[in-house]
């Protein structure tokens, strides 16, 4: 499977950005879907993910109630809703796919990556 995130900018704090994550490929509806993010200087960190048929989804502490992850396999697109954003989730967004039939929350569990979007949140 191909993944290509979308969606990234730049936007002052509180604000909001809809990350897309399309697919092509294999059969979308086969993998868990992650997003990754790493920021200048850090380590790249789990932020959010969610199970093949979208029932379960699983957040960061630091994003709970902020971002919602979605996704729709007729579409074959993931999403991750960012709302009141800070400073602090400025980084490059990564979407990633695993064939596994849990969340993936480590990126050795993902098989397949796309190229990540930037996201800048001023202060």
């Known amino acids: 499977v191909q993944l290509q995130a979308s969606g990234g900018g730049l936007v002052q704090a509180g604000g909001s950005l809809r990350l897309s994550c399309e697919a092509s490929g294999r059969s979308f509806s086969w993998y868990a879907i992650g997003w990754f993010r790493q920021a200048p200087g850090k380590e790249r960190e789990f932020v959010s993910g969610?199970?093949?048929?979208?029932?379960?989804?699983y957040y960061l502490d630091s994003v709970k109630g902020r971002f919602t992850i979605s996704r729709d396999n007729v579409k074959n697109t993931a999403s991750l809703q960012m709302n009141s954003l800070k400073p602090e989730d400025t980084a490059v967004y990564s979407c990633?796919?695993?064939?596994?039939?849990?969340?993936?929350?480590?990126?050795?569990?993902?098989?397949?990556w796309g190229r990540g979007t930037q996201v800048t949140v001023s202060s």
């Open positions: 969610i199970t093949r048929g979208g029932r379960d989804t």
């Open positions: 990633a796919a695993s064939s596994r039939f849990e969340i993936p929350t480590k990126a050795e569990e993902c098989a397949y």
